[in-house]
């Protein structure tokens, strides 16, 4: 192949998609201040939030490695109209899902490719997450249950693992809901010259 791919991120479920449809890849961390950005970008939809933070990792990353393409990719959640963040810490998941309890959530990604600091593609996808009327006990259980993904992820849910339990319907793309809509994501790479076509 003619170009690799760096990937602007230290997400662990990023990394999993792109080493389990084996493609190559480096981890090269983008430091962007993502609350500064949300804080200098507020009149932005969680859904340009998401493509904003993407692209913003793929540029500053790309800005210091000539010549690669770099992935840059970042997701967000909407309830009700209002963009949550990640949880500080796993006592304040109780109220989050009980807010989302028999409610839609949105999740917004947004990925760029960047090469020599210029953007080269970019993608913004929305998946629909209806959160089921689940019971009290339910809730405690999880809530015993879900570790680290009740501060790893906005929604306090893994989707790849218990947190399948907590949904009625999806509306979306697989990859999508994990933060990285692959299929259109080869094709880029593809035309790019990372992977075969």
């Not at 997701?75 to 899902?97: F, N, S, V």
Request: charged residues 25%; contains cysteine.
């Amino acid at each position: 192949m003619s170009s690799s791919l760096v990937l602007a991120s230290g997400s662990q479920i990023r990394r999993l998609v792109l080493e389990q449809a084996c493609i190559p890849f480096r981890v090269d961390k983008s430091d962007v201040d993502e609350t500064e950005l949300k804080e200098k970008h507020a009149d932005l939809n969680p859904a340009e939030m998401a493509l904003l933070l993407g692209r913003a990792k793929s540029r500053q990353v790309s800005a210091r490695l000539p010549g690669e393409i770099v992935l840059g990719a970042d997701q967000t959640m909407e309830l009700e109209g209002q963009l949550l963040d990640k949880l500080p810490d796993a006592a304040l998941a109780r109220d989050r899902l009980k807010r989302m309890r028999g409610k839609p959530h949105y999740l917004h990604s947004g990925l760029s490719l960047h090469r020599d600091g210029e953007e080269i593609w970019s993608l913004s996808r929305t998946s629909t997450i209806h959160v089921r009327e689940f019971s009290g006990s339910f809730l405690e259980t999880y809530l015993e249950q879900a570790g680290d993904a009740l501060t790893a992820s906005v929604g306090a849910y893994a989707y790849e693992g218990l947190g399948a339990q907590l949904f009625e319907t999806v509306e979306g793309d697989y990859y999508a809901i994990l933060g990285l809509p692959l299929l259109p994501l080869l094709e880029a790479l593809r035309e790019f010259g990372v992977i075969e076509t």
